[in-house]
């Protein structure tokens, strides 16, 4: 089954652009995976599925400040023109056979 | 639009169920699978199981088969969640999300699990 790893911590001038990375285990490098939002006190929002291939598509609602590539094993979420209300955790997530889904451990971004 | 309005907290003893509702609208309910997370305090988000929208068929996590049980009611277009055999560290926020990429979730509901 698949691992997902994420730095625990990132920060971000306001109006700046920020790029962080979720990185699957060996043996799962085509893997789509998904980026969620967790604000504060909030539930998790949906931002962006992103395959290997870089294709990703945003969720509703989501500003197209939030874009999505990838490279090997390695899937990054960047975010222009950074926001006060960027400041979140960020968590990548993916599946296996429809059968299990994990998560990463999630990002912080701190907004400067 | 499409929202998934979740049920109360909840305070629970050792040993207790408990069970969450998950009320979907917005959207046709058939057509869409109903996943259950949680995410217990300082821990990463935790994937329990889904529900089939259309069939009802499920499938758990092996870290909770045995007990969780998820159910849906198509003429309510809700979905629930039963974790019986409570311990302390099933203390969490529990959510349902929507298909299989959680393109929408309900607000959370907190359940404690204290003597």
């Known amino acids: 089954q698949p691992v997902l790893t994420q730095s625990s911590s990132a920060s971000a001038s306001l109006g700046s652009s920020v790029k962080l990375t979720c990185t699957l285990s060996?043996?799962?490098?085509?893997?789509?995976i998904a980026w969620h939002q967790q604000q504060p006190g909030k539930a998790p929002r949906f931002l962006m599925t992103?395959?290997?291939?870089?294709?990703?598509n945003r969720g509703s609602g989501v500003p197209d400040r939030f874009s999505g590539s990838s490279s090997g094993p390695d899937r990054y979420l960047t975010i222009s023109n950074v926001q006060s209300e960027d400041e979140a955790d960020y968590y990548c997530?993916?599946?296996?056979?429809?059968?299990?889904?994990?998560f990463g451990g999630g990002t912080k971004l701190t907004v400067l | 639009q499409v929202q998934l309005v979740q049920s109360g907290a909840e305070v629970k003893k050792p040993g207790a169920s408990v069970n969450i509702s998950c009320k979907a609208s917005?959207?046709?309910?058939?057509?869409?699978?109903m996943h259950w997370l949680r995410q217990a305090p300082g821990q990463r988000l935790e994937w329990m199981g889904w529900?089939?929208?259309?069939?009802?068929?499920?499938k758990y996590s092996q870290k909770f088969q045995g007990r969780v049980t998820i159910t849906r009611d198509t003429s309510a277009t809700t979905a629930y969640m039963e974790l019986s055999s409570l311990r302390s560290e099933d203390t969490a926020v529990y959510y349902c999300?929507?298909?299989?990429?959680?393109?929408?979730w309900g607000q959370g509901t907190l359940v404690t699990v204290s003597s």
């Open positions: 999300a929507r298909d299989y990429i959680h393109d929408k």
């Open positions: 917005g959207y046709i309910f058939t057509t869409y699978a």
């Open positions: 529900i089939n929208g259309g069939n009802a068929d499920t």
């Open positions: 060996s043996g799962h490098s085509t893997y789509t």
């Open positions: 992103l395959e290997h291939t870089e294709t990703y």
């Open positions: 997530e993916t599946w296996h056979t429809n059968t299990h889904w994990v």
